[in-house]
T-cell receptor, first 112, second 113 residues
Framework: KAGVTQTPRYLIKTRGQQVTLSCSPI?????VSWYQQTPGQGLQFLFE???????NKGNFPGRFSGRQFSNSRSEMNVSTLELGDSALYLC???????????FGPGTRLTVL | DAKTTQPNSMESNEEEPVHLPCNHS???????IHWYRQLPSQGPEYVIH???SNVNNRMASLAIAEDRKSSTLILHRATLRDAAVYYC??????????????FGKGTKLTVNP
């Protein structure tokens, strides 16, 4: 069974631009979570989607948003990029009712 | 905030057992103890989890204290590929069935050849 895939793997943007990252969960997994990892703050939870509904949200500004499609694929969007948004963005999927999450390789975003 | 305490770093020699400790004194009765690891330049990888009893899988063993206030991840024979940051995380199911992982700093494991 294929693992969690994320595209693109690397991205370079400039301040003020917006970006969309994509995540395809493991087949059959309906829950998708997003995390941001930076050297200073470590791994931080962004939000979680289940059956196209956001179920949980971390402490991030409204510039960070996401959505989930009927096939469970998910996208996250960051608008008006800031230098501090440079990070590794990780997506994880899980089966409904399971506490175990399976992570993708991440998208490395660099904001110049 | 992370509800677990782990040493910042540990060292081991190849082919020797490694015991990675984790304290979680405020654990609730419904919290699962999860361990993930993150190899360099990769996303976190699930290792093992348990609730009350000790658990074994092909990657590791998890020993849980009787009062559940601490646990130990055991790698029976460390290899160079086990060098990673290991995270001990308490996972509960919030209202509505949503779950999130709250990562601490983890323990950076160095394996010497």
């Amino acid at each position: 069974k294929a693992g969690v895939t994320q595209t693109p793997r690397y991205l370079i943007k400039t301040r003020g631009q917006q970006v969309t990252l994509s995540c395809s969960p493991i087949s059959g997994h309906r829950s998708v979570s997003w995390y941001q990892q930076t050297p200073g703050q470590g791994l931080q939870f962004l939000f979680e989607y289940f059956s196209e509904t956001q179920r949980n949200k971390g402490n991030f500004p409204g510039r960070f948003s996401g959505r989930q499609f009927s096939n469970s694929r998910s996208e996250m969007n960051v608008s008006t990029l800031e230098l501090g948004d440079s990070a590794l963005y990780l997506c994880a999927s899980s089966l409904a009712g399971s506490t175990t999450q399976y992570f993708g390789p991440g998208t490395r975003l660099t904001v110049l | 905030d992370a509800k677990t305490t782990q040493p910042n770093s540990m060292e081991s020699n190849e082919e020797e057992p490694v015991h990675l400790p984790c304290n979680h004194s405020t654990i609730s009765g419904t919290d699962y103890i999860h361990w993930y690891r993150q190899l360099p330049s990769q996303g976190p990888e699930y290792v093992i989890h348990g609730l009350t009893s000790n658990v074994n899988n092909r990657m590791a063993s998890l020993a849980i204290a009787e009062d559940r206030k601490s646990s130990t991840l055991i790698l029976h024979r460390a290899t160079l590929r086990d060098a990673a940051v290991y995270y001990c995380i308490l996972v509960g199911v919030a209202q509505g069935g949503s779950e999130k992982l709250v990562f601490g700093k983890g323990t950076k494991l160095t394996v010497n050849p």
